[in-house]
């Protein structure tokens, strides 16, 4: 039985008159509605209160993001200092044809540019040139320029966003893109950095070996056991912005060498975001 009805069933077994009982019900109902008002407030309170919460926090994150905006955007200067897309121009080193909406200052179409870029062989050559009495194999990588890579950078994203843009996202994230540039520079390093000695050192470098130096300094299996510390001594890796360059003093024994695909170097570019 609800409180309620009890109260009602004692108002009638002790001969209170209609008038009290309705007087009764009255006050219940003043009684409940007051009571629902004050949850309904203690409600309207709590939310207010988170709400204010969560504006302090998301206030004090844009504040702390104006140092690490500016120090993230000094980085993604540097690399713009290799060189940048000008607005008018209709192809790249990396694109035949520059579609108009690369320019866009719109933020998610810029997004798009990072999962477009591949690897284009025109900027991979290799050849042979002659020093004295030494034989210097080089291949000269360019890979893509900043802007190639993770899209255009409109002049008014360099200035840290209103508070407005902040809150809906509508800036650029230049520590995310300079991550993710240097990611694809170190995964193209890979390939060509004897330091380093990556599994996929010198991968997609074809050479043959002379008969008679074969069985002796070489594995029959291989061609050329890269790791040994005669070769990684006459190696070396430059960069210049966006170029690397590869020498390889070439000891006798190597008879001929090339490029023999671009697989490995392809990969670097479908991997890089992952």
């Not at 039985?1 to 109902?29: A, G, R």
């Not at 108009?100 to 050559?125: A, G, M, P, Q, V």
């Not at 995964?187 to 330091?195: E, G, I, K, T, Y």
């Amino acid at each position: 039985m609800k409180k309620k009805d009890i109260n009602l069933t004692q108002l009638e077994l002790f001969n209170f008159d209609l008038k009290d009982k309705e007087k009764f019900e009255k006050k219940q109902l003043e009684k409940e509605k007051i009571e629902k008002e004050k949850l309904a407030l203690q409600r309207k309170v709590t939310r207010q209160k988170k709400i204010k919460q969560e504006e302090q926090e998301e206030e004090a994150r844009y504040a702390v993001g104006k140092k690490s905006f500016h120090k993230a955007l000094e980085q993604t200067k540097k690399y713009l200092s290799w060189g940048r897309i000008p607005p008018k121009i209709k192809k790249t080193n990396y694109y035949s044809e520059l579609p108009s909406h690369f320019f866009s200052e719109d933020i998610d179409e810029r997004e798009d540019w990072k999962y477009e870029i591949c690897h284009k062989r025109k900027n991979l050559t290799s050849n042979i040139h002659i020093d004295g009495e030494e034989r210097i194999f080089e291949i000269k990588w360019r890979l893509p320029l900043f802007e190639e890579a993770v899209g255009y950078i409109a002049d008014k994203y360099m200035n840290y966003p209103s508070f407005e843009d902040f809150q809906e996202r509508n800036f650029i994230d230049f520590e995310e893109d300079n991550e993710m540039y240097k990611e694809l520079i170190d995964s193209c390093r890979n390939l060509l950095d004897p330091v380093i000695k990556h599994d996929y050192f010198l991968r997609g470098v074809d050479f043959s070996v002379k008969k008679t130096f074969k069985n002796i300094y070489y594995s029959e299996l291989e061609d050329l056991n890269l790791i040994q510390s005669e070769n990684l001594k006459s190696m070396s890796l430059t960069q210049d912005k966006n170029v690397f360059t590869f020498q390889w003093k070439l000891p006798d024994e190597i008879s001929k060498i090339r490029l023999a695909d671009d697989d490995e170097f392809s990969a670097c570019f479908r991997y890089w975001l992952q």
